[in-house]
């Protein structure tokens, strides 16, 4: 079992930053996948990012490259999600999720544990 807590979530205007934080624990060795996944009001969850727990790789979707950036503290047993330059279509519930195993995972069913989610929003 692996638990996962968020936080750093808020109210922010457009432009502005913010970083979401993910506290793993329970059994947090071996090869495995932390991920940031989203979901808006009326919308599917969908993928934002990724990070191999050893290693340097990382995924990040198409929609937010350039502006968000994975990273982990393996010390810390922390996935972090920095957040630049938001917009408004970035408004949603941010979810921390951890999946067993090698490879990256673009679909929430992929994905093994999640965390309860933070809120973030992006006033225009």
């Known amino acids: 079992q692996v638990q996962l807590v968020e936080s750093g979530g808020g109210l922010v205007q457009a432009g502005g930053s913010l970083t979401l934080s993910c506290a793993a624990s329970g059994r947090t060795y071996g090869s495995y996948t932390m991920g940031w996944f989203r979901q808006a009001p009326g919308k599917e969850r969908e993928f934002v990012a990724a990070?191999?727990?050893?290693?340097?790789?990382?995924a990040v979707a198409d929609i937010v490259k350039g502006r968000f950036t994975i990273s982990r503290d393996n010390v810390k047993n922390t996935v972090y999600l920095r957040m630049n330059t938001l917009k408004p279509e970035d408004t949603a519930v941010y979810y921390c999720?951890?999946?067993?195993?090698?490879?990256?995972?673009?679909?929430?069913?992929?994905?093994?544990?999640w965390g309860q989610g933070t809120q973030v929003t992006v006033s225009s």
């Open positions: 990070m191999a727990w050893s290693g340097t790789r990382t």
């Open positions: 999720a951890a999946r067993l195993g090698s490879g990256f995972g673009y679909r929430a069913d992929d994905y093994d544990y």
